[in-house]
């Protein structure tokens, strides 16, 4: 168990280290956003995969109700997008557009393929089936090691600076965390709509 616990917070603090990288202002210029995050995921699917591998089956069922929680979240998201103008006019807007201008300058078809297939995947490996799994394992209680798990995914975004992308990250993390403690045995559909979702929000049907 002790080696479970140095594992776990050695791979959330390279987590903290990766996003920092990736999002704060003083580093996310190094190397190209959509380079680094691709690389990232894959540093997660390395960091989680001896302890999800066997966690990773898929049924039908899981395709549907992933279809479905990706189109509940964008809703979500939609209506989260026009009351945060209501209640923030002045900051509310320019800082969700400086999100999308992340994908200014790549192609949106290459972008769309990385979210499917690495970055939304293993998110979901990582964040539920590896972090939020063990935490509610090794903690006195699961349900503690769920909001743990949630809130330490909305923290990482911390350093980008980005109000709106820190609750947005808040927000998906109560939705995937919640639902990965209320069915463990779904993780297939939380992959699938973690991907569908990143990729339809971000590319196919951004939030204006």
């Not at 898929?58 to 989260?80: P, Q, S």
């Not at 290459?110 to 690495?118: D, M, R, T």
């Not at 569908?196 to 590319?203: E, G, Q």
Request: hydrophobic content about 60%; glycine content about 6%.
């Amino acid at each position: 168990m002790g080696s479970s616990k140095s594992k776990l917070i050695l791979s959330v603090v390279v987590a903290f280290v990766l996003w920092t990288f990736m999002f704060s202002p003083w580093t996310k210029t190094i190397i190209p956003f959509w380079y680094a995050m691709t690389a990232s995921a894959v540093v997660l699917i390395v960091l989680a995969w001896r302890q999800v591998k066997t966690m990773l089956h898929f049924e039908w069922k899981d395709l549907f109700l992933g279809i479905g929680i990706a189109l509940v979240l964008w809703g979500v998201f939609w209506v989260g997008d026009k009351v945060s103008q209501w209640i923030f006019p002045s900051f509310a807007r320019p800082q969700v557009d400086a999100i999308y201008a992340m994908k200014d300058g790549m192609n949106p078809v290459v972008i769309s393929l990385l979210l499917l297939f690495i970055i939304g995947p293993a998110e979901e490996l990582f964040w539920r089936a590896y972090i939020q799994h063990t935490l509610c394992q090794v903690l006195s209680k699961p349900i503690i090691g769920a909001v743990a798990a949630i809130m330490i995914y909305a923290l990482v975004h911390v350093f980008s600076l980005n109000l709106m992308l820190i609750l947005a990250a808040l927000v998906c993390g109560v939705i995937w965390g919640g639902l990965y403690y209320l069915m463990p045995q779904r993780l297939g559909a939380l992959i699938i709509s973690h991907a569908l979702w990143d990729a339809a929000v971000f590319i196919w049907f951004p939030i204006m």
